[in-house]
């Protein structure tokens, strides 16, 4: 096979525009309407139009730059011709749609049949709870649907459209430019095929009417920030009697005051008073019930060891978030903040000094160690 850039006559170096102005060149030159039907140009035409399906990628390109051929087989754009781009869609990326109705009809061509509605996106946040529990939501999205009064036809009650005299109901029309044949869209009924001589009160005979729908949304116990929720036939309305386009949800988790999310697990930072750090003890800590009951409250009590140190974490075993795929649940991951107490008594303040001159060494094994590591870099410096 030959290399996909002598195909396009530009270097391995050439940026997209480059790129571009070779394959429009090429295009021109060795298009079969322009040389007649010849097999010889529409060979070379195919392999022009592979050649630049695979450079125009950068996935592809960079693939095919590291292995050659055997970097892009099997991947569309790439592979002995087969899963190519349309032709006609490399056409209209480059030229425009001007171009893509040239060569006889070979170009892109909008049909006056029946066409699918547009897909539509509804973003939608959601709380942490109700991303823990799942939840249903109710919707209200604007759309277009068909219209009631004329059913889609466009023309008033007891009226139907008729025939365009202009196209004879195809839709398009030719017009013949020196050696190009160019197709085009009829520009008396906009391509339709069809005259709407009284056209329908309610949608000025568009045939489709926008009115807000109110739609139910179930979303499951699991989802994370930037899920998305497909609803199918809940899009646009179709015209001329096509189906409905798809609704996506994109969902977005509101942030929580108290907890953050890392894959299953739930992250909570709860202080822990002095005393209770020293001694050892029970704190409370919050937690996400969702539709399970969790000792009949939204918290639980989490024992902390004696000693306990600021950053310490205890991981309570599924009290995380649910998977989405499995029965699996994440962890519930507290950290401890061992909190200093202010604004002491004179009383409070006696025992302290009273408990801190009872202290010594192995109560404070880590400030031991510090002044002993001090005491070593002193003397380094110091040189006594």
Same mark, same amino acid.
């Given at each position: 096979m030959r290399d996909y850039y002598d195909i396009l006559a530009v270097s391995r170096g050439c940026d997209d525009a480059a790129l571009k102005a070779a394959f429009r060149k090429q295009a021109m030159e060795h298009h079969p309407d322009r040389n007649g039907g010849c097999e010889d140009a529409s060979s070379r035409f195919k392999e022009i139009n592979e050649a630049y399906s695979v450079l125009s990628d950068p996935q592809k390109r960079a693939a095919y730059d590291r292995f050659g051929h055997a970097g892009v087989n099997g991947m569309n754009g790439g592979g002995g011709g087969q899963g190519f781009h349309d032709v006609n869609d490399i056409f209209s990326e480059v030229f425009g749609d001007a171009f893509g109705e040239m060569f006889g009809g070979? &170009?892109?061509?909008? *049909?006056?049949?029946?066409?699918?509605g547009a897909d539509l996106r509804y973003d939608l946040e959601i709380t942490l709870e109700q991303a823990y529990a799942g939840v249903e939501k109710e919707i209200k999205v604007p759309s277009t649907i068909t219209? $009631? #009064?004329c059913e889609g036809s466009g023309a008033k009650p007891g009226t139907s459209p008729t025939v365009c005299g202009s196209c004879g109901g195809a839709g398009r029309v030719r017009? #013949?430019?020196?050696?190009? *044949?160019? $197709?085009?869209a009829c520009p008396r009924c906009g391509g339709s095929g069809k005259m709407i001589m009284d056209p329908c009160k309610s949608c000025h005979g568009a045939g489709q009417v926008r009115k807000e729908r109110v739609l139910s949304v179930r979303v499951p116990a699991g989802v994370d920030d930037g899920a998305r929720i497909r609803l199918a036939g809940e899009g646009d309305a179709g015209q001329r009697g096509g189906p409905r386009g798809d609704l996506y949800i994109f969902l977005s988790v509101a942030p929580? $005051?108290?907890?953050e999310r890392d894959g299953l697990d739930l992250l909570c930072t709860v202080p822990v008073p002095m005393a209770t750090a020293v001694l050892g003890g029970d704190i409370e800590a919050p937690c996400l019930t969702g539709g399970e009951k969790c000792d009949g409250q939204?918290?639980?009590? =989490?024992?902390v060891p004696e000693g306990v140190q600021t950053g310490k974490t205890v991981r309570l075993k599924g009290r995380g978030m649910p998977s989405l795929r499995s029965r699996e649940r994440g962890d519930l991951v507290v950290e401890l903040f061992v909190e200093t107490p202010t604004q002491l008594s004179?009383?409070?303040?006696?025992?302290m000094r009273e408990f801190a001159?009872?202290? &010594?060494? *192995?109560?404070?094994?880590? *400030?031991?160690?510090? =002044?002993?590591?001090?005491k070593r870099f002193w003397s380094n410096v110091t040189g006594s």
């Open positions: 070979r &170009g892109r061509q909008r *049909s006056n049949g029946p066409a699918r219209c $009631e #009064t017009a #013949t430019q020196g050696f190009f *044949s160019i $197709e085009r929580h $005051e108290l907890f939204c918290k639980m009590t =989490v024992k004179a009383r409070q303040r006696e025992l001159d009872l202290t &010594g060494e *192995s109560q404070h094994p880590k *400030s031991a160690n510090f =002044v002993g590591k001090a």
